[in-house]
C-alpha cells in the first residue's frame, strides 16, 4: 500500500505525473488547464471534431477559458488535445469527465460513461488511477464501471484503482473557481480514495476523503437536490404571493436579514445548466429500485417545470388588461442562456419560454449579447439589437435572463410593457413593470 502512495508522491514532487483528461466540455477542460497551471503534462481526450477543430485554432468554446488561457496551455508544452483514446496509455491518472444526460422519461442515460471507461480500459498501464467525475446516481462506480476493467482481466488494487470524485465547476463564477473550490474523494477502497487526495491536492487547497464512491456520488446529488427543491419552493411561494397580493421579492429580502437558519433563493423561469434540472432526478430513479418514492424531488421538478407556461400565462392576462390578445402580439426575450453573462443555453428555461410564446401565437423574438442566433425545433430567431425604436415596437418585453451587457434603464424609458422575471427593477414602476 504505501509502494504506490510513494509512488505517486515522488511523480507529483518531481513533476512526472501524467494525466489523461476524458471529455473537454464544461468540466474536463477547466480541470485539465488546472493542472496545467501546476506544469503537469495532460492529454484531453475529445471525441468531437469541432471541439478539437477549435483548439487547433485556439479558440476556447468554454465561457471559462479565454483564448489567451489556451494558447498560453499550448505554448507550455504541458497540454495536448486529441480524439485517439491509445494516447492515455502513458498517464498515471485518467479523469472521466463526459456528460449524463436524462433519457425518455426522465432515465439516466451513462452511456457516456460506459463508452469512455471501456476504450480507457484497453489502453490504461498497470497501476493507472481512474476517477469518475460525471454527475450519476449512487452505486454507479461500483456497479457499473468497477465490472468494465474486472471483465479486462484487471484487478482492483493491483492492475488500476477506481474512486468517484464530483465536479463542481460552476460556470462563471469568478469568485469560485476550480482551485478554490473543495474536492470530494471517495474510493473503491481507502487506498484509492488516498490516491486521488494526492491528486487533487496538486491543484486544490482542500480535499475532503469519504468513505466510499457511493458516498461521493450521494454527496453532488444531494447538493443539487437541495437547490432544486428550495427552488421549487419559492417558486410555488411566488405563485401563491401573487395570488394574495404580496410583494414575493420583498419577503425575501426582508427574510434574508435573518443571520441563521435562512439562505435566499429566488424565482425565476425555471433552472437550466447540466446540473440541477436532471442531477436530482438520477437520485429519484436510483431510490426506486429500492423501493423508496421520493415525493421532494417530483414536485419540486414538476413545479419548476411548470414555470415557463406560468409565466406565458401571467404574461397573457398583463395583455389582456391592455386589450391586447396574446396571439399577434409582439413580444421580446431578454436573455436566452440559462445564467447571467455565461454563453450557455443547456436547458435554458428562456427557450421553452419562447417555445411557448410561439405556440399561443404571439410573434416572438428576443435579444441576447451572448447569442446572436437561436435554432429551436419550432422557430428560427436572430438577436435583436435594442434600439430606442425597436423597444417602442414590442407589446410586452420579458426580463427572462438578467445580463450585464443589457441597458435596462433604456428599456424602461421607451417600453410598453415589461415583464420582469429576475427583479431587475426591485419594485416601482407599476404603470409599465409587472414583476414574478
Not at 37 to 62: A, F, M, N, Q, W
Not at 63 to 70: A, F, G, K, W
Not at 161 to 184: A, M, Q, T, W
Amino acid at each position: 500500500m504505501n509502494k504506490i502512495i510513494s509512488e505517486f508522491r515522488e511523480k507529483i514532487k518531481n513533476g512526472k505525473l501524467k494525466i489523461a483528461v476524458i471529455g473537454l466540455g464544461y468540466v474536463g477542460f477547466p480541470l485539465a488547464l488546472e493542472f496545467v497551471r501546476k506544469h503537469v503534462s495532460v492529454t484531453g481526450i475529445e471525441i468531437d471534431r469541432d471541439r478539437l477543430k477549435s483548439i487547433v485554432k485556439k479558440i476556447s468554446y468554454i465561457s471559462d477559458i479565454s483564448n489567451q488561457e489556451l494558447i498560453n496551455s499550448l505554448k507550455s508544452g504541458y497540454f495536448k488535445a486529441s480524439h485517439d483514446f491509445s494516447d492515455i496509455q502513458e498517464a498515471d491518472v485518467v479523469l472521466v469527465c463526459v456528460p449524463t444526460p436524462l433519457k425518455g422519461k426522465n432515465l439516466p442515460d451513462i452511456s457516456f460513461i460506459k463508452n469512455a471507461v471501456k476504450e480507457a480500459a484497453l489502453h490504461i498501464k498497470k497501476g493507472a488511477l481512474i476517477i469518475l467525475e460525471s454527475t450519476t446516481y449512487p452505486g454507479t462506480t461500483e456497479e457499473e464501471i468497477l465490472p468494465i476493467f474486472q471483465a479486462k482481466g484487471l484487478v482492483h488494487g493491483r492492475d488500476f484503482y477506481l474512486c468517484f470524485s464530483p465536479e463542481r465547476i460552476d460556470p462563471g463564477n469568478k469568485r469560485f473557481p476550480v482551485h478554490k473550490i473543495p474536492k470530494v474523494v471517495g474510493g473503491i477502497n481507502p487506498l484509492a480514495g488516498r490516491l486521488a487526495a494526492l491528486v487533487y491536492g496538486i491543484i486544490i487547497k482542500k480535499v475532503v476523503p469519504v468513505s466510499s464512491s457511493r458516498c461521493a456520488e450521494t454527496v453532488k446529488l444531494l447538493e443539487n437536490t437541495y437547490r432544486l427543491i428550495n427552488i421549487g419552493l419559492v417558486d410555488e411561494l411566488s405563485m401563491m404571493a401573487h395570488k394574495m397580493n404580496i410583494d414575493i421579492w420583498e419577503v425575501i429580502q426582508a427574510a434574508s436579514t435573518k443571520p441563521f437558519g435562512f439562505m435566499p433563493f429566488y424565482p425565476g423561469p425555471g433552472v437550466g445548466g447540466h446540473c440541477i434540472p436532471k442531477d436530482p432526478l438520477y437520485l429519484h430513479w436510483k431510490a426506486k429500485s429500492f423501493g423508496f418514492h421520493s415525493r421532494f424531488i417530483s414536485l419540486a421538478s414538476n413545479i419548476i417545470n411548470c414555470m415557463p407556461e406560468y409565466i406565458v400565462k401571467r404574461i397573457e392576462e398583463c395583455l389582456i388588461r391592455r386589450n391586447k390578445d396574446i396571439k399577434n402580439s409582439r413580444i421580446l426575450v431578454i436573455g436566452v442562456t440559462y445564467k447571467k453573462d455565461v454563453k450557455d443555453l443547456r436547458k435554458s428555461p428562456s427557450v421553452d419560454v419562447i417555445s411557448s410564446l410561439n405556440r399561443h401565437g404571439a410573434k416572438v423574438s428576443y435579444s441576447d449579447p451572448l447569442i446572436p442566433f437561436l435554432k429551436l425545433k419550432d422557430i428560427d430567431l436572430r438577436s435583436v439589437a435594442l434600439t430606442d425604436a425597436k423597444i417602442r415596437g414590442f407589446d410586452c418585453i420579458l426580463i427572462a435572463t438578467d445580463h450585464s451587457g443589457v441597458d435596462y434603464s433604456k428599456l424602461l424609458k421607451n417600453a410598453k410593457l415589461i415583464f420582469d422575471s429576475r427583479n431587475v427593477y426591485k419594485g416601482g414602476h407599476k404603470n409599465k413593470v409587472e414583476r414574478l
